[in-house]
């Protein structure tokens, strides 16, 4: 069974940090295009950041230069790095893997990608 477990969101003030750990267990990171996404109540679920199968990485532009987007292969595991963080960055992040071989732009274009973790709340407070 394939689960994406995302946990690290939580509230903090304007200007702040959070690094977000998605665990995957069933897959192998390395094998998958990944990334993640957000969505705020009423609004369409957007993408992130997301690495595609060839390791490239492609950012929203309004987190270019404050998110960053990684993975460890040895932990199986996800990360995305929020510096900077405004009022506008507050949503559910999710964590998403697909084995289809997509672009970094791809994957996080695709809605209907193949696996989604449960999400962790972000809310960032002035």
């Known amino acids: 069974e394939v689960q994406l477990v995302e946990s690290g969101g939580g509230s903090v003030k304007v200007g702040g940090s959070l690094k977000l750990t998605c665990r995957a267990s069933g897959l192998l990171v390395e094998d998958y295009a990944v990334g993640w996404f957000r969505q705020v109540p009423g609004k369409e679920r957007e993408g992130v950041s997301c690495m595609g199968r060839d390791g490239d990485v492609w950012y929203q532009n309004s987190v270019k230069d404050r998110f960053t987007l990684s993975k460890d292969i040895a932990k199986n595991t996800l990360y995305l790095q929020m510096n900077s963080l405004n009022p506008e960055d507050t949503a559910v992040y999710y964590c998403?893997?697909?084995?289809?071989?997509?672009?970094?732009?791809?994957?996080?274009?695709?809605?209907?990608?193949?696996?989604w973790g449960q999400g962790t709340p972000v809310t960032v407070s002035s």
């Open positions: 998403v893997a697909d084995p289809t071989e997509y672009s970094d732009y791809e994957v996080c274009n695709e809605m209907h990608l193949e696996y």
